[in-house]
């Protein structure tokens, strides 16, 4: 589901109400980062930290795991949901993913992630749905149904 917020003047993501609740079980601290910059993701602590374990130990096996820590760790901050629901969203992370004003919030199983609206739409684009990406959405669809 996307939600349209704003990220306010101090850098500051309003999180929506309706994920709020759900994002508060996990705690008051959440580890925000981005591995390409085009987006922000936010992760409840407890996840991330699973991550890096997986990540640690897949690096160990090949390089996909090390890249992939290292631009991680590079954006990477931990942080703190505030009394009004709000993360401060470091500047490098605001800079590079163009985080300023209204932006827009997808909320997925384990994580936030967080677009320049602008740059969504062009990623949609350049990223349209191919056939094969239909096969998988009838696949996941027909497994969803009751037998």
């Not at 349209?4 to 601290?29: C, H, I, Q, W, Y």
């Not at 992370?93 to 677009?115: C, F, M, P, S, T």
């Amino acid at each position: 589901m996307s939600n349209a917020v704003m990220v306010d003047s101090k850098g500051r993501l309003k999180v929506p109400a309706n994920l709020l609740v759900t994002l508060r079980e996990f705690g008051a601290k959440f580890y925000i980062t981005s591995e390409t910059g085009d987006a922000v993701r936010i992760y409840p602590l407890k996840v991330w930290n699973e991550i890096v374990e997986r990540l640690g130990r897949l690096s160990s096996q090949n390089r996909n795991g090390h890249k992939l820590l290292a631009r991680a760790k590079y954006f990477g901050q931990i942080v703190s949901i505030d009394k009004q629901g709000r993360v401060l969203i470091p500047v490098v992370l605001r800079k590079i993913a163009q985080l300023r004003g209204g932006v827009d919030v997808l909320d997925y199983q384990n994580y936030l992630e967080v677009w320049n609206h602008a740059r969504l739409l062009k990623n949609h684009k350049r990223n349209p749905i191919t056939m094969h990406d239909e096969k998988t959405l009838e696949i996941c669809l027909a497994a969803a149904s009751p037998a």
